[in-house]
Antibody
Framework: QVQLVQSGAEVKKPGASVKVSCKVS????????MHWVRQAPGKGLEWMGG????????IYAQKFQGRVTMTEDTSTDTAYMELSSLRSEDTAVYYC?????????WGQGTLVTVSS | EIVLTQSPGTLSLSPGERATLSCRAS???????LAWYQQKPGQAPRLLIY???SRATGIPDRFSGSGSGTDFTLTISRLEPEDFAVYYC?????????FGPGTKVDIK
């Protein structure tokens, strides 16, 4: 059974970068297709990107192209999502989730607050 | 990009009542890649239905999904107190993933 545990909450200033981690247990990261979804306060779910097993590449939502980087450390089974040039609108809970034709399971979420 | 529209935005019902939630796509969606999630305040989303109509592990049989093409439905046959939450549909196609805006089911 896959379990995902994310890093703790972050507070960042506008223009900074944030790197959120997602530790996998129960499986190895190489067996999974990891994705990231965010949720602004009081808003819906927004897919950011993830590993596309059909192409063998990481794909990003157009909205985040050039500003987000998703990486993996297979030695520690940890996935990372780094978002740069932060602005107040990036304040959100960021979730990792594994894609198996649907998103399941999900990490517990990491709150990133962008404030001056 | 395929846009998903959910209706109604809010559904006010009493425990024991039947809930019918709609998810409509801007173009045809593969049923294999249509899923429903439940989210409660302060919690991560939880998978309910995958492949449009298959219940995820541990999901009670009062939850059912149906539909194809551009119209999909999530039905909760008899609402239990723990079912009051927000429900999202989600689709995958052409290397793009989209979520609907959600339907909130609250207590009348």
């Amino acid at each position: 059974q896959v379990q995902l545990v994310q890093s703790g909450a972050e507070v960042k200033k506008p223009g900074a970068s944030v790197k959120v981690s997602c530790k996998v247990s129960g499986y190895t990261l190489t067996e999974l297709s990891m994705h990231w979804v965010r949720q602004a306060p009081g808003k819906g779910l927004e897919w950011m990107g993830g590993f596309d097993p059909e192409d063998g590449e990481t794909i990003y939502a157009q909205k985040f192209q050039g500003r987000v980087t998703m990486t993996e450390d297979t030695s520690t089974d940890t996935a990372y999502m780094e978002l740069s040039s932060l602005r107040s609108e990036d304040t959100a809970v960021y979730y990792c989730a594994t894609w198996v034709g649907w998103f399941d399971p999900w990490g517990q979420g990491t709150l990133v607050t962008v404030s001056s | 990009e395929i846009v998903l529209t959910q209706s109604p935005g809010t559904l006010s019902l009493s425990p024991g009542e039947r809930a019918t939630l709609s998810c409509r796509a801007s173009q045809s969606v593969s049923s294999s890649y249509l899923a429903w999630y439940q989210q409660k305040p302060g919690q991560a989303p939880r998978l309910l239905i995958y492949g449009a109509s298959s219940r995820a592990t541990g999901i009670p049989d009062r939850f059912s999904g149906s539909g194809s093409g551009t119209d999909f439905t999530l039905t909760i046959s008899r609402l239990e107190p723990e079912d009051f939450a927000v429900y999202y549909c989600q689709q995958y196609g052409s290397s793009q993933f989209t979520f609907g805006p959600g339907t909130k089911v609250d207590i009348k």
